[in-house]
């Protein structure tokens, strides 16, 4: 059997303990992940981020840095990162 070598990370913003972010919070989030895993992800997948105020201006950031290929939104956001 082939193991596939896709690296992602999952938050679900439905999530208690995530309520009353914002979209600053966010960049933290985002930098943690990279701290965390050493930028070694190739997607970023954010379920339920329109809980958060202000998600469109952090989602939208992606929609024009070069290392973003593809970006989803229906329902669940993913980022394609490489």
Same mark, same amino acid.
Request: charged share 25%.
């Given at each position: 059997? %082939? *193991?596939?070598? @896709?690296?992602?990370?999952?938050?679900? /913003?439905? &999530? #208690? !303990?995530? /309520?009353?972010?914002?979209?600053? &919070?966010?960049?933290? $989030? #985002?930098?943690?992940?990279? #701290?965390?895993? &050493?930028?070694? @992800?190739?997607?970023?997948? /954010?379920? *339920?981020?329109?809980? =958060? %105020?202000?998600? %469109?201006?952090? =989602? !939208?950031?992606?929609?024009? @840095?070069? /290392?973003? !290929?593809?970006?989803?939104?229906?329902?669940? $956001?993913?980022?394609?990162?490489?």
């Amino acid at each position: 059997m %082939k *193991e596939l070598k @896709v690296k992602f990370v999952y938050l679900n /913003f439905d &999530d #208690e !303990s995530l /309520f009353g972010i914002s979209s600053n &919070d966010l960049r933290n $989030i #985002e930098q943690a992940i990279y #701290e965390v895993y &050493d930028n070694d @992800v190739n997607y970023l997948i /954010f379920d *339920e981020i329109h809980n =958060v %105020k202000g998600w %469109k201006l952090f =989602v !939208s950031m992606f929609l024009i @840095v070069p /290392f973003c !290929s593809k970006l989803n939104i229906k329902g669940l $956001i993913y980022i394609s990162i490489r």
